[in-house]
């Protein structure tokens, strides 16, 4: 870690120069987010032993963007007492170690103190960050780094090259040896690039990653680049099974977009068929890994025979019924076997399936039947409205309301309800019109971004899986 201050040498040298008096402003400080870079080294792309040390400091690296570089920055978020600051970390693509460069004209404590940055980069990076002469010293003394934790002895198997790449392919590991600090080296571009993350405890049993790597040979040596990874725990399902969590995804930065995140989730779940899992989860999904995940699960429940049946009698019910007057009620519940059927041959957990089974339902509704698409729509607000706030017919003394949130206005809303106990009569919440017109609203909108996911996977299942839906239309 470099820190250099300028523009004071010059003052010093010059004792003419008087400095002005005056009383100056309190510090606004500066947010992390405008003063910090962060760049992922790939100008050793190639695996070459030998470097110009000056490109390591140049800013033609990969620029990577942290989701919030804010947060880890105290409650504002803002560095205080550097005028000018500017913090620029680059990251080792070959050996994951980091180097930070901090440069500032002056520093002064402006009413908020002077932060240390030191602990705050410490506390990201860890033990990853080393001095520029170890850092450009890594590049050759640790270029084998990944084919270490990709071929020691803790190596379980290896899942088959992608068939967009033939380099390109999946390495399953136990999180062991070379491969635990492997992991330890990728935690800060975890916590840098997946919101919400924490690192995964390495010491508790059952963790295991699977790594998509680049595979070139040069010199009849094997060359492996890391262009994602998945941390994966196997834990007991009694009474005698194993179920699979999926805790982190990601695909670097560089590599994004290529389809390895897809890859990643398909490898896997080849694993738990072919291992007999009970089922696969997903800890804390992103929106963009559940939009993926659900395409995904889509086409395979395709491939069930008894899949087609169930939703044309669901489709020709909702054809059938007007829900418009709100008369009477369809709920768009799957057959208990064909949720049990696809636990057992594809490991799709119940949540996923009962999320995929309405995306189904959708594509094989009729786009011009304006009827069924609506009653459809009023099955989702059912649901939605059941699982907030009790049930289709009442309320259970539960209450929808506005709560103030600077993070997402449009989903600033909480559920609450009086505890039990008491008189029946102490347990009912009177509600205002303008409450019940409020509430209306809000269920509304949750309804409407369900709809705009399910809709946006249903187009994705709809390009991706075209043969299948077309021998799906013909049963």
């Not at 990577?64 to 620029?88: A, S, V």
Request: charged content about 25%; aromatic content about 8%.
């Amino acid at each position: 870690m470099a820190l250099k201050q300028k523009g004071t040498d010059a003052a010093a040298a010059d004792p003419k120069k008087r400095r002005r008096v005056g009383f100056s402003g309190i510090d606004a400080g500066v947010e992390a987010n405008e003063c910090m870079k962060v760049f992922l080294d790939y100008s050793t792309v190639d695996f070459i032993t030998a470097r110009n040390p000056d490109e390591a400091g140049s800013e033609d690296c990969t620029s990577i963007q942290p989701f919030d570089l804010n947060h880890f920055f105290g409650e504002d978020g803002k560095i205080y007492g550097y005028k000018n600051l500017k913090i620029n970390v680059w990251i080792s693509a070959i050996s994951f170690h980091g180097y930070a460069d901090i440069s500032f004209e002056e520093t002064s404590d402006g009413g908020k103190g002077i932060t240390d940055l030191k602990p705050i980069l410490q506390s990201i990076f860890g033990e990853n960050l080393v001095e520029k002469e170890e850092f450009l010293h890594t590049f050759s003394k640790e270029c084998e780094y990944i084919r270490d934790a990709v071929t020691n002895d803790h190596a379980i198997k290896h899942d088959g090259t992608t068939e967009s790449d033939p380099e390109v392919e999946i390495v399953r590991v136990e999180l062991q040896g070379a491969a635990a600090f492997l992991y330890s080296r990728l935690v800060p571009l975890v916590l840098l690039l997946v919101e919400g993350s924490t690192p995964i405890d390495i010491g508790e049993h059952g963790w295991e990653m699977l790594l998509v790597v680049k595979k070139t040979t040069q010199e009849s040596v094997s060359k492996f680049q890391l262009l994602g990874f998945a941390a994966v725990h196997n834990f007991y399902h009694y009474p005698d099974s194993t179920r699979m969590r999926i805790s982190q995804i990601l695909v670097l930065p560089p590599h994004q977009g290529e389809g390895h995140g897809l890859h990643l989730l398909e490898a896997i779940n080849s694993i738990a068929q072919s291992e007999n899992i009970y089922d696969v989860t997903i800890e804390d999904p992103s929106d963009y890994l559940q939009y993926v995940r659900s395409s995904i699960d889509c086409l395979r429940l395709l491939t069930l025979d008894p899949i087609k049946p169930a939703l044309n009698a669901i489709v020709s019910s909702l054809k059938e019924t007007n829900l418009s007057k709100r008369t009477c009620s369809l709920k768009m519940v799957p057959p208990a076997d064909l949720t049990e059927t696809a636990r057992q041959k594809l490991k799709i957990n119940k949540k996923q399936f009962l999320r995929c089974w309405e995306i189904l339902i959708y594509l094989s509704l009729d786009s011009e039947d304006r009827k069924s698409l609506d009653n459809f729509r009023a099955c989702i607000y059912d649901r939605i409205k059941g699982e907030i706030l009790g049930g289709a017919t009442g309320t259970n003394g539960k209450r929808l309301v506005q709560m103030p949130n600077s993070l997402n206005e449009a989903e600033s809303f909480a559920v609450y309800w009086t505890q039990d106990g008491g008189d029946a009569d102490d347990q009912t919440v009177e509600q205002q019109p303008e409450d019940l017109k409020t509430q209306e609203q809000q269920l509304n909108e949750l309804v409407d971004n369900q709809m705009e996911e399910i809709v946006g996977v249903a187009k994705n299942v709809t390009s991706r899986g075209k043969d299948k839906l077309a021998e799906l239309a013909g049963q």
